[in-house]
């Protein structure tokens, strides 16, 4: 491939995109309570089953958790509250424990598309406050099997990790 054809894909197609502004603008007008429960409801469907099973999830009943989405600038704020499930919390409350990244970022750690080890040694996804904590929940999530958990997440994260594979395979970073 030669030096100009490579530089003009480089720059269409950048080794980890990020979500343009424009496309970041309607997630900035939903308010950020909105998100959160939106989060929090999807958390309670997709562990269901363990959250009812027993305290899996005990370690981080009320701690607070903050998940930021840098390049879609959207926050989660919510804390485990044992049967309840996840709960949204106020933004005004500190969380214990905040992960912040890109889209792709969090994409790639949800389908494992690369090692979670990477993309925190590389601060791709970052964890600020309490690390211990941090460290307990990325142990879990690590362990889980997502075709375990049933229903349409794997087909999802699939769908998702073959787009990811597509975009690297057009973008020219496959290895």
Do not use: C
């Not at 699939?158 to 020219?172: F, K, Q, T």
Request: hydrophobic share 45%; proline share 7%.
């Amino acid at each position: 491939m030669n030096a100009t054809f490579q530089s003009t894909l480089h720059s269409l197609f950048p080794p980890r995109p990020t979500l343009p502004a424009l496309l970041a603008l309607p997630f900035a007008l939903i308010p950020g309570p909105v998100h959160s429960t939106l989060l929090t409801t999807a958390l309670n469907v997709l562990f269901a089953g363990r959250i009812q099973q027993g305290d899996e999830f005990g370690f981080l009943r009320d701690r607070v958790l903050a998940i930021k989405v840098r390049d879609a600038k959207v926050e989660y704020h919510f804390r485990y509250a044992g049967p309840a499930g996840f709960v949204p919390v106020q933004t005004a409350q500190t969380p214990d424990l905040t992960i912040s990244g890109t889209i792709y970022d969090f994409l790639a750690l949800a389908t494992r598309h690369e090692d979670s080890d990477t993309l925190f040694f590389n601060r791709r996804v970052v964890m600020e406050g309490d690390t211990a904590l941090g460290l307990e929940l990325k142990n879990l999530l690590d362990g889980m099997d997502p075709e375990a958990l049933g229903g349409p997440l794997p087909r999802m994260l699939r769908a998702a990790n073959s787009l990811m594979a597509a975009y690297e395979r057009v973008s020219g970073q496959a290895a």
